[in-house]
């Protein structure tokens, strides 16, 4: 029996310690982790910040319900350095509640700095509560005169695909992290032939500069416009804005993927010849390929009134690169029993990826052979008449 009663107060013991030390483990935890054990979270992704004087500060803030429960939960400033200021922002309007469910809840810390604050380090609390859930967040500003808080030039996309008859568009923002307006002069550095057009958001009208006010931000929208028959390939476009005090920099690059286009015409450039019926016309035709892209594998191919012939030197033309031109003699042959007048000869040149065609205009002539024996017959005739004359008209 007393075995027992002495294992049983071990126990209770034992018990009694390991309950004592939980509390006291409890009360060490720090307050915010404690708080935030009642279903409610409120964090941010950078919780220290270094700032300089007279910057306003914009730091995203989340509040997030632990249970998964839909909740309305108030929000407070709940500790702010003497002569600062502070707000939270939702949608663009100033907000003191935010709703939390299966999704969670984001609004936006707006901190003004005083021009005249001293370094070193100042805390800005955040209170939520909501029922018996609560949290708060701790965010620490560290201030340092001397530091250069250099703005931001950058592009939503910074990569864009198209062919080369494209207009690539850019969103692209610049953030004046100054604690004073900056104007900015806006510029790329680009090869001859290409355009880089700058437009503020929602504007067609092309700009060259924009002020901006301090720790505010502008969308701009940047057009690209490769030149004409560029070829494909990946193509970096630096661009720059500029004020006073600092440049921004940054790089957009186009990819140009290629057009397919040609044209058929003759080294003149002029669609007509001249034959005689049964002769064969030998003619220059060039193939322009006025793409972005190499041509594989040109055929040829001719339609022709009935009963002429049209054969080319070559029927295929392997590979024509992009800007470039391919001379092909075709030789038109007229039907024998043709007679003089004006006739259409069509010449085509097809790809896979495009096609294209031209009519030529012949022009037969009789032979000279039969205008000849016209001419003989002629003679004929006037010798038989002025013999019929000499002969019979004495009579």
């Known amino acids: 029996m007393r075995t027992q009663k002495s294992v049983t107060k071990k126990a209770i013991v034992s018990v009694l310690t390991l309950m004592f030390l939980s509390l006291v483990a409890f009360s060490l935890l720090p307050a915010e982790e404690a708080l935030a054990a009642s279903g409610l979270t409120i964090y941010t992704n950078y919780p220290g910040i270094a700032v300089k004087p007279g ?96 703005g931001t030039l950058t592009a939503n996309y910074t990569e864009l695909k198209g062919s080369s008859d494209t207009s690539f568009k850019y969103e692209v923002e610049i953030r004046n992290n100054k604690a004073e307006a ?31 006010e301090p720790n505010k931000t502008a969308t701009l929208e940047v057009e690209v416009i490769p030149p004409a028959n560029i070829n494909a390939g990946e193509y970096v476009i630096p661009i720059a804005a500029s004020s006073l005090s600092e440049t921004l920099t940054t790089d957009l690059k186009v990819i140009i993927t290629g057009s397919y286009d040609m044209e058929l015409t003759t080294p003149s450039g002029r669609l007509n010849a001249e034959t005689t019926a049964g002769k064969e016309k030998a003619l220059d035709v060039v193939i322009q390929n006025t793409g972005s892209s190499d041509l594989t594998g040109v055929k040829l191919r001719s339609w022709q009134p009935e009963g002429w012939e049209v054969r080319f030197d ?22 024998d029993k043709a007679i003089a007048g004006d006739y259409v000869v069509e010449v085509s040149a097809n790809t896979p990826e495009v096609a294209s065609s031209a009519q030529f205009r012949v022009m037969v002539k009789t032979s000279t052979l039969w205008g000849l024996v016209g001419v003989i017959v002629i003679i004929l005739l006037i010798f038989g008449l002025y013999w019929t004359f000499n002969t019979y008209g004495r009579r």
């Open 55 to 150: 910057e306003n500060i914009e730091t995203d803030i989340t509040v997030s319900s632990t249970t998964g429960a839909g909740m309305t939960v108030d929000l407070k400033v709940l500790r702010l350095p003497e002569g600062w200021e502070a707000f939270l922002e939702g949608g663009g309007r100033i907000v003191d509640q935010v709703y939390v469910g299966p999704y969670d809840g984001r609004v936006t810390l707006s901190v003004k700095i005083p021009q005249d604050a001293q370094e070193g380090k100042y805390e800005v609390v955040i209170g939520g509560s909501s029922g018996s859930a609560s949290d708060r967040l701790t965010l620490v500003y560290t201030i340092k005169s001397d530091m250069d808080n250099k």
């Open 182 to 212: 900056q104007t900015y002069s806006l510029g790329a550095d680009v090869n001859r032939g290409w355009q880089v057009k700058f437009s503020a958001k929602y504007d067609t009208k092309q700009i060259a500069s924009i002020p901006i």
């Open 314 to 335: 070559q029927d295929v033309v392997d590979a024509i690169p992009a800007g470039e031109s391919a001379t092909v003699k075709a030789y038109i042959k007229p039907d």
